[in-house]
């Protein structure tokens, strides 16, 4: 059973337009979350997170936004540019889980100059 | 700063044969520390995380297991490798507080023939 649901394995959005990449949870006890950033051969690189005490959070051209009612999050991408293209995955830990991250399993993002 | 290195990067073993790919951090003491493993097409799935040194614990069942000798090392091995151990290994490191990222090294891409 999939707690953390990228439904969308891939996205192409044109350059300098918004990318908007979305995210479902299905375990309420989920109080953090993440976005990572991740090319072919590397490990992900951290993105941007956010508090389940927040709805929004902004950092340069990526924002987070948390909807807990709906169990959703998404990031947008803010202009799209084509060095932004990767796997991007959303990521959820839990009150007490010692930090333990479950990954979704990724979205493809193409951006087109 | 902090800093996190995996070795070897890529990796090609027989089946059967045994494995060691090992992980230190620098810049941070007494950091949590993760193996996460990601098979072709899919997410990241933990294998095991570590709060202290000796200290291990397991997400699921294996082939594969994990040591902790010093504080910032972390090691992971099997005695004889199968096939379906083939995959891209990434370790990554966090700081022991709550609600805190977890940063990634490059990881290992391991196959098994």
């Known amino acids: 059973d999939q707690q953390v649901k990228q439904n969308s394995p891939s996205l192409s959005v044109q350059e300098g337009r918004i990318s908007i990449l979305n995210c479902d949870y299905t375990n309420s006890m989920f109080d953090y979350f993440l976005w990572y950033k991740k090319y072919p051969a590397e490990g992900p690189t951290f993105l941007i997170s956010?508090?389940?005490?927040?709805d929004k959070n902004e950092d340069g051209r990526f924002t987070v936004f948390l909807n807990k009612s709906a169990k959703h999050l998404s990031l947008h991408i803010v202009p799209s540019q084509p060095g932004d293209s990767a796997v991007y995955f959303c990521?959820?830990?839990?009150?007490?889980?010692?930090?333990?991250?479950?990954f979704g399993k990724g979205t493809k993002l193409s951006v087109k100059p | 700063s902090q800093t996190i290195h995996q070795w070897p990067a890529t990796l090609v073993q027989p089946v059967g044969s045994p494995l060691s790919l090992e992980c230190t951090v620098e810049g941070t003491s007494n950091p949590n520390l993760y193996w996460y493993r990601q098979a072709a097409g899919r997410g990241l799935q933990l294998l095991f995380y570590s709060v202290g040194i000796g200290q291990i614990s397991s997400e699921v069942p294996q082939n594969l297991s994990a040591s902790r000798p010093q504080d910032r090392q972390f090691i992971l091995s099997s005695k004889k490798l199968l096939l379906s151990d083939s995959g891209f290994y990434l370790c990554?490191?966090?700081?022991?507080?709550?609600?805190?990222?977890?940063?990634f090294g490059d990881g290992t891409r391991l196959s098994i023939l």
């Open positions: 956010i508090s389940s005490i927040k």
């Open positions: 990521a959820a830990s839990a009150i007490g889980s010692q930090g333990n991250l479950i």
């Open positions: 990554a490191y966090s700081s022991d507080s709550n609600n805190q990222p977890q940063h």
